[in-house]
Each structure stands twice: as structure tokens, then as C-alpha cells.
């Protein structure tokens, strides 16, 4: 596997190293019972070798370009500033990117949020890293980070995760099946099924917001000039990028996760948001509880469960608090 090296271009002063490449993974067994040959896992490096590794993780649509789809959060003068930090992440196995997943119709095994994170763990081991700063995960990132951190044990000193929780809620669950049985109504028809994605990716975005935004936001609007259409660009746009296998590998994957995080030994934070209906609260805390060295902080936000990309300064205020505990340490 033959890494690339490219530059970022944020500052012509100070040129940013950013290393990309994707490692061909040994024989993976997955923890469905079967085995992922010959996978691939597409990453990214962006910062000083020398400098601390924070590896981030999203959603199932993010990518391993961070400055990308958190550029609110990852990039020079932000709070996960490559130029003092690098910055490690991936695109997911079975999703929508250039890792391994469903391409054109051929089988691909059901992935665990916990082959995720030895697939990662395999990345770090390829990289020579012997020590991880921090582990920052968000939603599906966050289930991922969760066995990262258990798999890294005494290697790994700070964990955030945000939005997430040892177990998928049932509300959630409810939300993913009937999302699932959506596109499988479709049939083979690819017109079809693009059209059941879109409508799966729009009742989603629905559920990740709270009435109180969308009131806020739409409530003087037409329906189909408002929130409709709001919805269906949504759809549109995520139906542009993922396939329906991707999409139905990465919600089953949600599905499953379960995670012992009472073996997490890094010191953690738990970010939650009271509005979040994908991770309520009150899990989200009971989640906190299990991990032995763990802090809550629970805010509130009209952005229910995308409040991790809306909610630009209180996630800020998290990783400056983080990155300085670190430095003190």
C-alpha cells in the first residue's frame, strides 16, 4: 500500500501536510461470522506527523476528509487545528466512499461497528502509531469510537463521544426498520429504489431536528417551497452519493451496536443534547455511568441530534476543554 503525499492549501504560509492512501486490510474476520477479504480502508492524515494523533469520526455520510464535512470544527484556527494536532479518519467499510462496501449489486457481509474499529485499529498499527491523543466520535463515529477506545486499552488518553451510546435507542430502532422496509418495498427497480432512499435519508434528517427548529425555520413558509422542500433536497443529495446497499449495511450496523464501555479506560466525555430523539438523554448519561472515568455534559440545542454540526461554539468549548486537560496532563 503506497500512501500519497498532498498539501493542504488553507494557508500558502504554512502548507499543511495531508497524507492519503488506502491499506489493503489482512483477512478481517467480521463479527457476523463470516470474513472480509482483501478489504480496502481508505484514510486520511492531515497534520505534523510529530504532532498528537486525534482520530475523527462522523456519521455513516462522513468521510475521511474531515475539513470537509466538519469544517466548523477541522482546520486552521479551529479547534481541531491540523497545524497542532493530526487528524486521522476514515471512510467506512460498506459505506458510500472508497473503502470496501456494496458496488453495483455485489454481496457485501453485514459490518459491525466493532469490525469498524479494528479495521481502524489495523490503520494505526500500519501508520506506527503507538499513541493515540484522542478519539473524537459522533453519532454512528461515536458507537465506533466506542470499541476503538476499548481495543486501544492504556494507548488511547481522551475519548469524546457525541450523540451516541452503548446501545441503539428503541425510538431509533422503530425509526431505522421502518426506513429499512421502505427500500425493501422497492424491489429491484433502480428508479424505485433511488426514490425510497430519498425518502429514507429525508425521514432522518426529520428525526435528527426538533419541531421547535422547524417551526422556527419554516412555519410562515409554503410546504413545498419550506420543509418539504428542504426535505427533499436532503434526500436528493444523499441519494446522489449512496446506494441503497450502503445505506441498508451502515443502518443495520446502528442497529447492532452494543458495547461494553465499562472497559473503556481512557478518560471520557459524553456530550448529549436533551432535545437528541436519536439518543435520548437519559441514555446517553446511563451510558456515562458505565465507563469508570467518565464526565457527562448534557446541553441543550433546537437541533436535536445534528446539534454536533450545528452547534458550532458548545462543541468547541467540549475539544478546547479536551486538548487543554491533554496538555496539562
Given amino acids: 500500500m503506497a500512501a500519497t503525499l498532498e ?24 463479527c457476523g461470522g463470516s470474513r472480509l477479504d482483501g478489504g480496502e480502508l481508505a484514510w486520511q492524515a492531515w497534520g505534523p506527523r510529530e ?5 475523527v469520526l462522523g456519521g455513516i455520510s462522513a468521510g475521511r476528509d474531515v475539513g470537509d464535512w466538519w469544517r466548523a470544527q477541522c482546520g486552521v484556527g479551529r479547534s481541531l487545528d491540523p497545524r497542532e494536532l493530526r487528524l486521522v479518519s476514515i471512510d467506512w467499510l460498506g459505506g458510500a466512499d472508497r473503502s470496501s462496501g ?5 454481496a457485501f457481509p453485514a459490518i459491525d461497528t466493532l469490525d469498524q474499529a479494528h479495521a481502524i485499529l489495523a490503520l494505526l498499527n500500519h501508520l506506527g502509531v503507538a499513541r493515540v491523543a484522542s478519539v473524537i466520535g459522533a453519532s454512528y ?27 441503539a435507542s428503541p425510538w431509533a430502532l422503530a425509526l431505522r426498520h421502518l426506513q429499512r422496509a421502505g427500500i425493501a418495498a422497492a424491489g429491484d427497480d433502480a428508479a424505485v429504489q433511488r426514490e425510497a432512499l430519498c425518502r429514507a435519508r429525508a425521514l432522518a434528517v ?25 426535505l427533499q433536497a436532503h ?36 456530550v448529549a443534547f436533551a ?44 475539544f478546547e476543554d479536551v486538548i487543554r486537560t491533554e496538555c496539562a496532563a
Fill in 51 to 55: 504532532a498528537p494523533v486525534t482520530i
Fill in 206 to 230: 426529520l428525526a435528527y431536528r426538533t419541531p421547535d427548529e422547524l417551526e422556527t425555520r419554516f412555519g410562515d413558509e409554503a410546504p413545498a417551497d419550506g420543509v418539504l422542500g428542504w
Fill in 235 to 270: 434526500g436528493e443529495r444523499f441519494a446522489r452519493r449512496f446506494d441503497a446497499q450502503s445505506f441498508l449495511r451502515l443502518s443495520a450496523s446502528l442497529d447492532a451496536h452494543a458495547c461494553d464501555v465499562a472497559r473503556i479506560t481512557a478518560r471520557t466525555t459524553v
Fill in 7 to 30: 498539501t493542504s492549501i488553507e494557508t500558502r504560509e504554512t502548507p499543511i501536510p495531508c497524507e492519503r492512501g488506502v491499506l489493503r486490510l489482512p483477512p478481517l474476520p467480521l
Fill in 275 to 318: 432535545e437528541d430523539l436519536i439518543v435520548p438523554i437519559a441514555l446517553a448519561e446511563a451510558c456515562a455511568l458505565r465507563i469508570p472515568a467518565a464526565r457527562l455534559v448534557a446541553l441543550h440545542s433546537c437541533y436535536g441530534h445534528d446539534a454536533f454540526l450545528k452547534e458550532v461554539a458548545a462543541i468547541a468549548a467540549v
Fill in 141 to 167: 463515529g461515536g458507537c465506533v469510537a466506542q470499541h476503538l477506545a476499548v481495543l486501544l486499552g492504556n494507548r488511547l488518553d481522551r475519548l469524546v463521544l457525541i450523540g451516541a451510546a452503548h446501545r
Fill in 102 to 106: 456494496p458496488r453495483g449489486g455485489e
